[in-house]
């Protein structure tokens, strides 16, 4: 019975595979061992508009994820939705263990989510496998990568460990955020570069990445 409700599931993602929304929905699936088709979307000729798509995304984003008869966007969303839908001891969780560090690991989230716009645009999720950026950081920029790397060095250790002890969800999130720095050349300290090649080497992460190069 949850191999034929596994099979339901589809994850809409962007034709170049470069988002990284679509990448914490993508390492939710994965890890929690869960059978999904993997479906593109060409953001740049407004597929996501298409009436088709928006009556399963309703915000015509990417992700989409589709699990039977329902479908939801927004990836924070929707990996709740697979933390509560697919849970422990089943599937694993992709959340702490303990309260405290679980509402850390959103807090985390909800801020990458909603911070850092010009790091974003200056240092695009492209750098890890495409055209570096050589041109310096703006003054923007530049502030917003001083809070980042503040903030690295609070919940980052000495050797690059997970954030909260065990892998999570968050630290995809995070390491994506910092290795838009160190994958462009920017200095970034000793631990930071631990940090993120040890999240790069895990399965979901490398594996997605290596799929928006092929493309790209």
Known sequence: EETAMTHRIVLYANSQFSSPYVLSVYATLVEKGLSFDLKTIDLNSGQQFSKDYARLSLTSRVPTLVDGDFSLSESSAIIEYLEEAYSHPDHISVFPEDRKSRAKARQIQAWLRSDLAALRDERPTTVFYAAKNPRPL???????????????????????????????????DFAVMLNRLLANGDPVPEKIRKYVKRQWSRPCVHDWWKRASQIG
């Open 138 to 172: 703006s003054a923007q920029a530049g502030q917003e990568v001083k809070k980042l790397l503040d903030i690295a060095d609070m919940l980052i250790d000495e050797e690059g460990n997970h954030l909260f002890g065990h892998w999570s969800i968050a630290d995809v």
